[in-house]
C-alpha cells in the first residue's frame, strides 16, 4: 500500500506503544483526484503494512517513557531501601509457616499419633474363647450380632443366670448361652461369633445328607436344623440335605455343665432321623477326617501299648486281648485305631500341642467325645442315646461298670446301652425314654437334655433328661485293664466344643427306607447354656493346660479341607510324630 510516512507521525502517537491502535482518518488511502474513486474500504481503512518500519518508528523505540514503566524498570535509587534485605520473621511468614505447620502436625497425629495413642488407651475387646481358624474370628476378636449377643445372650431371662449343681447342690454361674430369638441368623463361615454351619458330606457314619449351611437358621425364637430332599444333580450326587453347626473353635469350655431345650424332629413312632446334640475336643474338627485321624475318640495320658496302633506290640500278636472278643465286622480284633498321634509317648522335638508334665514328656492330647443325646427310635417308642466315647479300649470293651462307678436315675426310664463299642470306638451309654409328645408331629413341646462333668481320673459325667439326672459315671469306671495292658483313661481333660446336627444313616437305622419318611423334617433348639461352678471358670478354645491354637494354625488344611481324610493320605503326607514305643526317639 503507497502512503506518505509523515501519516504515521503524528506528535499524539509517540505517547505510548497504545496510541498505535488504528483510529479514524489516521490511515487513508491516497487518491488520485476527488470522486475519481469510491471511498476506502474497512479492511483498507485500517490496514497496517507488512513492513513495521512503516509505522513509524518512534512508537517502537525502547528509550521513549511510557506512563507504566515503573511497574517493570529497576531503579536502585527508588528501590534502595526495599532492596537492603531483612528477615523471614515477618507477620506474613510467620503466617505462612504456622500454616504449614499445624497441617505437617495434624497428618502426623491423624496416621501415628492417634493409632499409638488408642493402641495404649483403649481397652481392648476380648477373643471370649475365639481363635484363628472358623472364619470369624480370623482377627482374634468376636463380632457383635444384631442383638449384641456376647458370652451370655441377652435374651437369657435372669432367672436362668444360676444353676444348682447335681453333684453337690452349689449354685453354678451361666458362663455362656446362645437363645437364638433373632430371627434369619445365618451360619456360613465369618456370620456368626460362636457357631458355624459345615458344607459336608458326613461320610464317617455313612450318613446319606449332604450338610449345606443353608438348612441352619433362626426362626421363631428357635434354631431350626431341617433336613428335606433335593435332586442330586444340584446336591452333590446326594438324594437329602440338612444341617449341622458347631462352635469349633469358637466357643470350647472346660469342666461344668451343658443343658439344650430341644424339639425333637418327625415322630415318635416313625424311626430314620438321627438329631443329635454334642461335644468334641477342639483338637478334632468333627466332619474333617485328616484332623481327627488319630485323635478322635482317645482320652488317654500314658506311655504304654494304648498309644500304639491297633493296641498291639508292633510285630507281635499281644496283648492277646487286644486280638479276640473284639469287633466281629473287623475279624474280632479290638480296635483298628492308627494309634495316638499325640501321646504321652511324643518324643522330644515331635510336632505336638503340649504342655509338658513335670518330668519333661508331653501330655497326651486327643479329641474325646461327649453326648448331650443322640435320639432314635426303638420299638415304636423314643429313646435318647446319652454317652462318652473313648479310646483305648477295654478288653471286649466291658468298662468297670460297678455299683460305685454307675448311676441310674429310674430303670423304669434309663438303662445301659446293649452297644458297648467296635473296632473304632469304645462307648459307655444310657437309654432313656423320651417324652413322646416332645416331637415336631405330636403336641411339638420341649425337652431338655445335658450332662454335668468333672474332668479328670477323679471326675464324672452326669447326664441330664428334662432338669433330672438319667445316669452317670465315675472316672474309677475307665481305670487301667491289665487284659490289655493299658493305663487309666481319665474323664475328658480337653477344651469341648458342642456340635448339633440332624442326620440319617443306615449305621443307626437299619433296614430303614428314608423315602417313607416325612419331609422336611425340622429340629428346633430353643437354648443352648453352659455353667461352671463360681471358682472354676474355664471357657475357651486355646486354655494354657490344654493349648490347641498353635497346634491347629501349624495344619491349617486339616482343620479346613474336607477332602483330607487321613493325616498321612497322598493329599497331605503328614507323618506321625515319632512313638518312643515304636522303636525309641533317635
Same mark, same amino acid.
Given at each position: 500500500?503507497?502512503?506518505?510516512?509523515?501519516?504515521?507521525?503524528?506528535?499524539?502517537?509517540?505517547?505510548?506503544?497504545?496510541?498505535?491502535?488504528?483510529?479514524?482518518?489516521?490511515?487513508?488511502?491516497?487518491?488520485?483526484?476527488?470522486?475519481?474513486?469510491?471511498?476506502?474500504?474497512?479492511?483498507?481503512?485500517?490496514?497496517?503494512?507488512?513492513?513495521?518500519?512503516?509505522?513509524?518508528?518512534?512508537?517502537?523505540?525502547?528509550?521513549?517513557?511510557?506512563?507504566?514503566?515503573?511497574?517493570?524498570?529497576?531503579?536502585?535509587?527508588?528501590?534502595?531501601? $526495599?532492596?537492603?534485605?531483612?528477615?523471614?520473621?515477618?507477620?506474613?511468614?510467620?503466617?505462612?509457616?504456622?500454616?504449614?505447620?499445624?497441617? %505437617?502436625?495434624?497428618?502426623l497425629m491423624l496416621f501415628a499419633g492417634y493409632p499409638i495413642y488408642s493402641h495404649f488407651t483403649s481397652k481392648h475387646q476380648s477373643t471370649q474363647g475365639a481363635f484363628n481358624y472358623g472364619g470369624a474370628n480370623a482377627s482374634g476378636q468376636v463380632p457383635k450380632l444384631p442383638n449384641d449377643i456376647g458370652l451370655i445372650d441377652i435374651a437369657t431371662p435372669s432367672s436362668a443366670y444360676t444353676k444348682p449343681s447335681f453333684a453337690d447342690g452349689q449354685d453354678w454361674?451361666?458362663?455362656?448361652?446362645?437363645?437364638?430369638?433373632?430371627?434369619?441368623?445365618?451360619?456360613?463361615?465369618?456370620?456368626?461369633?460362636?457357631?458355624?454351619?459345615?458344607?459336608?458330606?458326613?461320610?464317617?457314619?455313612?450318613?446319606?445328607?449332604?450338610?449345606?449351611?443353608?438348612?441352619? =437358621? =433362626?426362626?421363631?425364637? +428357635?434354631?431350626?436344623?431341617?433336613?428335606?430332599?433335593?435332586?442330586?444333580?444340584?446336591?452333590?450326587?446326594?438324594?437329602?440335605?440338612?444341617?449341622?453347626?458347631?462352635?469349633?473353635?469358637?466357643?470350647?469350655?472346660?469342666?461344668?455343665?451343658?443343658?439344650?431345650?430341644?424339639?425333637?424332629?418327625?415322630?415318635?413312632?416313625?424311626?430314620?432321623?438321627?438329631?443329635? %446334640?454334642?461335644?468334641?475336643?477342639?483338637?478334632?474338627?468333627?466332619?474333617?477326617?485328616?484332623?481327627?485321624?488319630?485323635?478322635?475318640?482317645?482320652?488317654?495320658?500314658?506311655?504304654? %501299648?494304648?498309644t500304639l496302633p491297633n493296641q498291639t506290640y508292633p510285630g507281635t500278636q499281644t496283648p492277646i486281648a487286644a486280638l479276640e472278643n473284639g469287633d466281629p465286622d473287623h475279624d474280632n480284633v479290638l480296635s483298628m485305631l492308627p494309634g495316638q498321634r499325640l501321646s504321652a509317648c511324643t518324643c522330644p522335638g515331635e510336632s505336638h500341642p503340649g504342655p509338658v508334665h513335670p518330668n519333661g514328656t508331653f501330655v497326651g492330647r486327643s479329641a474325646p467325645e461327649i453326648d448331650?443325646?443322640?435320639?432314635?427310635?426303638?420299638? $415304636?417308642?423314643?429313646?435318647?442315646?446319652?454317652?462318652?466315647?473313648?479310646?483305648?479300649?477295654?478288653?471286649? +470293651?466291658?468298662?468297670?461298670?460297678?455299683?460305685?462307678?454307675? +448311676?441310674?436315675?429310674?430303670?423304669?426310664?434309663?438303662?445301659?446301652?446293649?452297644?458297648?463299642?467296635?473296632?473304632?470306638?469304645?462307648?459307655?451309654?444310657?437309654?432313656?425314654?423320651?417324652?413322646?409328645?416332645?416331637?415336631?408331629?405330636?403336641?411339638?413341646?420341649?425337652?431338655?437334655?445335658?450332662?454335668?462333668?468333672?474332668?479328670?481320673?477323679?471326675?464324672?459325667?452326669?447326664?441330664?433328661?428334662?432338669?433330672?439326672?438319667?445316669?452317670?459315671?465315675?472316672?474309677?469306671?475307665?481305670?487301667?485293664?491289665?487284659?490289655?495292658?493299658?493305663?487309666?483313661?481319665?474323664?475328658?481333660?480337653?477344651?469341648?466344643?458342642?456340635?448339633?446336627?440332624?442326620?440319617?444313616?443306615?449305621?443307626?437305622?437299619?433296614?430303614?427306607?428314608?423315602?417313607?419318611?416325612?419331609?422336611?423334617?425340622?429340629?428346633?433348639?430353643?437354648? %443352648?447354656?453352659?455353667?461352671?461352678?463360681?471358682?472354676?471358670?474355664?471357657?475357651?478354645?486355646?486354655?494354657?493346660?490344654?493349648?490347641?491354637?498353635?497346634?491347629?494354625?501349624?495344619?491349617?488344611?486339616? +482343620?479346613? $479341607?474336607?477332602?483330607?481324610?487321613?493325616?498321612?493320605?497322598?493329599?497331605?503326607?503328614? =507323618?506321625?510324630?515319632?512313638?518312643?514305643?515304636?522303636?525309641?526317639?533317635?
Amino acid at each position: 500500500m503507497a502512503s506518505s510516512s509523515s501519516a504515521y507521525q503524528r506528535p499524539d502517537m509517540a505517547a505510548s506503544s497504545t496510541s498505535l491502535l488504528p483510529r479514524t482518518g489516521y490511515f487513508a488511502t491516497p487518491s488520485s483526484s476527488r470522486g475519481s474513486s469510491p471511498a476506502p474500504s474497512i479492511a483498507e481503512k485500517f490496514s497496517l503494512a507488512a513492513d513495521p518500519a512503516e509505522w513509524g518508528a518512534s512508537a517502537l523505540t525502547m528509550n521513549i517513557p511510557e506512563p507504566d514503566d515503573y511497574l517493570h524498570n529497576p531503579d536502585p535509587k527508588r528501590d534502595r531501601l $526495599n532492596d537492603g534485605g531483612g528477615h523471614i520473621f515477618t507477620s506474613r511468614g510467620l503466617a505462612n509457616l504456622g500454616c504449614l505447620f499445624i497441617l %505437617v502436625a495434624g497428618m502426623l497425629m491423624l496416621f501415628a499419633g492417634y493409632p499409638i495413642y488408642s493402641h495404649f488407651t483403649s481397652k481392648h475387646q476380648s477373643t471370649q474363647g475365639a481363635f484363628n481358624y472358623g472364619g470369624a474370628n480370623a482377627s482374634g476378636q468376636v463380632p457383635k450380632l444384631p442383638n449384641d449377643i456376647g458370652l451370655i445372650d441377652i435374651a437369657t431371662p435372669s432367672s436362668a443366670y444360676t444353676k444348682p449343681s447335681f453333684a453337690d447342690g452349689q449354685d453354678w454361674d451361666l458362663v455362656f448361652s446362645d437363645e437364638f430369638n433373632v430371627d434369619g441368623r445365618t451360619f456360613y463361615p465369618g456370620d456368626d461369633p460362636y457357631w458355624e454351619a459345615v458344607d459336608l458330606d458326613y461320610w464317617q457314619t455313612n450318613d446319606v445328607e449332604w450338610y449345606d449351611p443353608k438348612q441352619a =437358621t =433362626t426362626k421363631g425364637g +428357635y434354631l431350626r436344623l431341617t433336613i428335606d430332599t433335593a435332586e442330586p444333580i444340584n446336591n452333590h450326587n446326594m438324594s437329602y440335605v440338612s444341617g449341622m453347626i458347631q462352635s469349633w473353635n469358637k466357643f470350647c469350655f472346660t469342666g461344668g455343665m451343658i443343658e439344650v431345650s430341644v424339639q425333637l424332629p418327625g415322630s415318635s413312632s416313625k424311626p430314620g432321623l438321627w438329631p443329635a %446334640v454334642w461335644t468334641m475336643g477342639n483338637l478334632g474338627r468333627a466332619g474333617y477326617g485328616a484332623s481327627l485321624d488319630g485323635m478322635w475318640p482317645y482320652t488317654y495320658d500314658t506311655c504304654d %501299648v494304648g498309644t500304639l496302633p491297633n493296641q498291639t506290640y508292633p510285630g507281635t500278636q499281644t496283648p492277646i486281648a487286644a486280638l479276640e472278643n473284639g469287633d466281629p465286622d473287623h475279624d474280632n480284633v479290638l480296635s483298628m485305631l492308627p494309634g495316638q498321634r499325640l501321646s504321652a509317648c511324643t518324643c522330644p522335638g515331635e510336632s505336638h500341642p503340649g504342655p509338658v508334665h513335670p518330668n519333661g514328656t508331653f501330655v497326651g492330647r486327643s479329641a474325646p467325645e461327649i453326648d448331650l443325646f443322640e435320639a432314635l427310635i426303638d420299638g $415304636n417308642r423314643g429313646q435318647v442315646s446319652q454317652s462318652l466315647q473313648l479310646a483305648p479300649f477295654n478288653a471286649e +470293651y466291658a468298662w468297670q461298670n460297678t455299683s460305685s462307678n454307675l +448311676y441310674i436315675g429310674d430303670p423304669t426310664v434309663t438303662s445301659l446301652n446293649a452297644y458297648v463299642g467296635g473296632a473304632f470306638q469304645q462307648t459307655a451309654s444310657g437309654l432313656s425314654f423320651t417324652n413322646s409328645n416332645c416331637y415336631e408331629l405330636e403336641a411339638g413341646c420341649f425337652s431338655t437334655y445335658g450332662y454335668e462333668y468333672s474332668p479328670g481320673y477323679a471326675g464324672y459325667i452326669k447326664w441330664i433328661v428334662n432338669d433330672t439326672v438319667s445316669w452317670g459315671v465315675q472316672g474309677a469306671g475307665f481305670g487301667s485293664d491289665g487284659a490289655t495292658e493299658i493305663g487309666a483313661r481319665p474323664i475328658p481333660t480337653e477344651p469341648m466344643y458342642i456340635i448339633a446336627n440332624l442326620g440319617m444313616s443306615p449305621n443307626f437305622a437299619h433296614g430303614v427306607d428314608f423315602t417313607t419318611l416325612q419331609y422336611p423334617a425340622t429340629m428346633l433348639i430353643d437354648y %443352648v447354656r453352659v455353667y461352671q461352678p463360681r471358682d472354676q471358670h474355664n471357657v475357651g478354645c486355646d486354655p494354657p493346660d490344654h493349648p490347641t491354637a498353635n497346634y491347629i494354625n501349624a495344619y491349617p488344611e486339616a +482343620y479346613t $479341607n474336607v477332602n483330607l481324610t487321613l493325616w498321612g493320605t497322598p493329599q497331605y503326607n503328614q =507323618t506321625q510324630p515319632k512313638n518312643s514305643m515304636l522303636g525309641g526317639c533317635s
